[in-house]
């Protein structure tokens, strides 16, 4: 039997189950008596066809890609990470805390500090699921979304009694000191010359973004960890007997996984709201399943991915503002993209097979 070639398993069904949930969306849009094509053009249109739309869905995009790769690195270890909101929650505690403790005379300071804030505390955050999965065996799936509510709840509660300023009413942080604002990609275009439009919330996380999709794929593929990492999580067994420890691998794995969750709060929280506000984090963590999931745990694969769920984020917000389309919708395109490249995958993947075959054997 031929086997399929890498090409179609990365590319080639991802694209057909793509096709699939927008053909379904396209009905639904239809049933509700507006036109889908229409529909297409104008979220082509509001996320790709200007400067502002471009800086929006990168905005989000740098979000996905954060809360992707971290679903991805703790997938290849043969774990399902599904706290990532949680550890970006308190990787944003990690940024005001920071961004808050002094006047920061530059913003690459704050920046490199800051990172390190949000990455510890979006660590320290998958730690405890870690250990337990490995000391204790309590399933990490369980685990980890137990702690998004834990970590929501927590920074409801220190923003609403302890971070607050005296005489506010809303429950949020102070703003974070000037020394501690980011530069947006509008700055930086005019710093090269050119105009880039109107101010978006994009900002220089992306590019640390990117840098981690980099330093991601280095790591799986060309480390020492990184094989480890992905003999554990293709074989338990095998990999304890070749010698390799399944607790000193679970913790590694969801710390760096927790680690990369936690960054995606320097996008948000010290870029985009320059305070700690609630839900902060607005369900990335569980997109970053969906990003991971279509992406195939690969960083390229991830960045694509996470490219076209902050188009979809942003072309669904026009759609809503422009059409009488529902913004939920879009939560609907979502679900149907997830669906069918997540629990549906094999309803496309096996007719492909047997295409190969059929093609191999002639």
């Known amino acids: 039997m031929t086997k399929m070639p890498r090409w179609a398993d990365v590319a080639l069904i991802p694209l057909l189950n793509l096709i699939i949930a927008f053909a379904i969306s396209a009905l639904v849009i239809l049933a509700i008596g507006e036109n889908p094509w229409a529909a297409l053009k104008i979220m082509v249109t509001g996320a790709l066809g200007s400067s502002y739309g471009w800086g929006y869905t990168l ?3 740098t979000s996905f890609i954060f809360t992707g790769l971290a679903v991805a690195i703790a997938s290849h270890a043969g774990l399902f990470n599904i706290g990532g909101e949680g550890q970006a929650t308190l990787g944003g505690l990690g940024v ?4 808050l403790s002094l006047p920061w005379p530059h913003w690459s300071l704050a920046l490199l500090a800051a990172s390190l ?3 510890a505390f979006g660590a320290a955050w998958a730690a405890i699921p870690a250990w337990l999965q490995a ?4 399933h990490i799936v ?4 137990m702690f998004n509510f834990i970590a929501l709840s927590l920074l409801n509660y220190l923003l609403g009694n302890v971070m607050r300023p005296v005489g506010s009413m809303d429950p949020a942080s102070a703003r974070f000191p000037e020394g501690a604002t980011l530069p947006t990609l509008n700055d ?3 710093g090269l010359g050119f105009v880039w439009g109107k101010n978006t919330p994009a900002n220089i996380s992306l590019f640390i973004a990117l840098l981690c999709c980099l330093a991601v794929w280095a790591l799986i593929w060309k480390t020492r960890l990184g094989f480890q990492i992905r003999a554990f999580g293709k074989s338990e067994p095998a990999a304890v007997y070749a010698g390799i420890s399944p607790v000193r691998i679970t913790m590694y794995a969801m710390l760096i996984s927790g680690g990369l969750a936690g960054l995606m709060a320097v996008n948000n929280v010290m870029g985009e709201a320059e305070r700690l506000v609630l839900n902060a984090v607005e369900g990335a963590g569980f997109i970053g399943i969906a990003v991971a999931l279509m992406g195939r745990n690969h960083p390229f694969g991830v960045l694509l991915a996470a490219l076209l769920f902050g188009f979809l984020y942003q072309g669904g917000g026009e759609l809503a503002l422009w059409t009488t389309i529902p913004r939920e919708l879009i939560t609907v395109i979502q679900a149907l993209v997830i669906l069918f490249t997540g629990a549906l995958d094999n309803m496309v993947r096996a007719p492909v097979e047997r295409l190969f075959a059929r093609r191999g054997a002639r």
Do not use: D, P, V
């Not at 005001?96 to 961004?99: H, K, P, S, T, W």
């Not at 000391?135 to 309590?138: A, E, L, Q, T, V």
């Open 59 to 61: 905005y989000y995009t």
């Open 117 to 119: 804030g949000a990455a």
């Open 135 to 138: 000391k204790r065996g309590s």
């Open 96 to 99: 005001a805390l920071i961004c």
């Open 142 to 145: 369980i685990t980890t979304i």
């Open 188 to 190: 930086m275009a005019a």
